[in-house]
């Protein structure tokens, strides 16, 4: 079993930034396409960000242009660097990650809480 242990999340104001972290252990499985997805209070779950192995992304249109994200292969991590944060940004931010031959397998982190002040 693959576990993720995120870190990073915190209180910042409106056009702060920060970086999210999500290492992945347990297993000798191959790590694949990793994401970040956020929850809002009242809110569905929502994908923020997504890269592959071969570091292809694609990101929500909410935060193109303000959020990056990038992994590290070598560590098993990926991170979500954060800029221009609004507060329309809060939430619970999630890890997952799919792993194994053909990515069948996948496990979500427990989450992060981010908070933007206004």
């Known amino acids: 079993q693959v576990q993720l242990v995120e870190s990073g999340g915190g209180l910042v104001q409106a056009g702060g930034s920060l970086r999210l972290s999500c290492a992945a252990s347990g297993s000798d499985f191959s790590i694949n396409t990793m994401d970040w997805y956020r929850q809002a209070p009242g809110k569905q779950r929502e994908l923020v960000a997504r890269i592959t192995r071969s570091s292809f992304t694609t990101y929500a249109d909410s935060v193109k242009g303000r959020f990056t994200i990038s992994r590290d292969n070598a560590k098993n991590t990926v991170y979500l660097q954060m800029n221009s944060l609004k507060p329309e940004d809060t939430a619970v931010y999630y890890c997952?990650?799919?792993?194994?031959?053909?990515?069948?397998?996948?496990?979500w982190g427990q989450g992060t809480q981010v908070t933007v002040s206004s």
């Open positions: 997952h990650a799919y792993y194994g031959m053909g990515s069948v397998a996948d496990t």
